[in-house]
T-cell receptor, first 114, second 113 residues
Framework: AQSVTQPDIHITVSEGASLELRCNYSYGATPYLFWYVQSPGQGLQLLLKYFSGDTLVQGIKGFEAEFKRSQSSFNLRKPSVHWSDAAEYFCAVGSYSSASKIIFGSGTRLSIRP | NAGVTQTPKFQVLKTGQSMTLQCAQDMNHNSMYWYRQDPGMGLRLIYYSASEGTTDKGEVPNGYNVSRLNKREFSLRLESAAPSQTSVYFC????????????FGQGTRLTVV
């Protein structure tokens, strides 16, 4: 069965600093992976996705993520955060065998220090 | 640009009452999902429907039933609400099983007292 772990519950970074949010997945074959962002009181918006090919994927709002099969990780990065990036971030994994299921991690809340 | 529409947005129920959460999508998507979101637990999959006419259990199906009424609509029913079902419920849809992302509704905040 697929699962996702986001080890950091809450992270605070200074505006302009770099950011890395961790995501580890468990799945027996090649997964497909997503990062979503949720602003307070809102639904979820897709930041980026990985299905195959290039392991470094670019997303919206200046985010990128790198798929590392050897580490079962799909960490989200941004070189310089903005106050508007404060939100909750969710990593999710889907599988090719159970084709329609998408399982989410518990989320990481990002706060920005002025 | 409706996308995924959930009704109602807010609901308060008494323990033991029943209700149905409605979800409709206008993107001609095949797959639809119901998740619940609780603090510190992320989104947990309740039920999903890979295509019209099929439904499957997710991670936390107990206490819920679903109906895929047609390709557009996927409803979630609480037959006898319990305080443990207090949560924010999200409906989502996606075009197909592979190579596509899910699109989410704005959520239904349900309180069971």
């Amino acid at each position: 069965a697929q699962s996702v772990t986001q080890p950091d519950i809450h992270i605070t970074v200074s505006e302009g600093a770099s950011l890395e949010l961790r995501c580890n997945y468990s799945y027996g074959a090649t997964p497909y992976l997503f990062w979503y962002v949720q602003s307070p009181g809102q639904g979820l918006q897709l930041l980026l996705k990985y299905f195959s090919g290039d392991t470094l994927v670019q997303g919206i709002k200046g985010f990128e993520a790198e798929f590392k099969r050897s580490q079962s990780s799909f960490n989200l990065r941004k070189p310089s955060v903005h106050w508007s990036d404060a939100a909750e971030y969710f990593c999710a994994v889907g599988s090719y065998s159970s084709a329609s299921k998408i399982i989410f991690g518990s989320g990481t809340r990002l706060s920005i220090r002025p | 640009n409706a996308g995924v529409t959930q009704t109602p947005k807010f609901q308060v129920l008494k323990t033991g009452q029943s209700m149905t959460l409605q979800c409709a999508q206008d993107m001609n998507h095949n797959s639809m999902y119901w998740y619940r979101q609780d603090p510190g637990m992320g989104l947990r999959l309740i039920y999903y429907s890979a295509s019209e006419g099929t439904t499957d259990k997710g991670e936390v199906p107990n206490g819920y039933n679903v109906s895929r009424l047609n390709k557009r609509e996927f409803s979630l029913r609480l037959e006898s609400a319990a305080p443990s079902q207090t949560s924010v419920y999200f409906c989502a849809s996606r075009e197909g099983p592979l190579n596509t992302e899910a699109f989410f509704g704005q959520g239904t905040r349900l309180t069971v007292v």
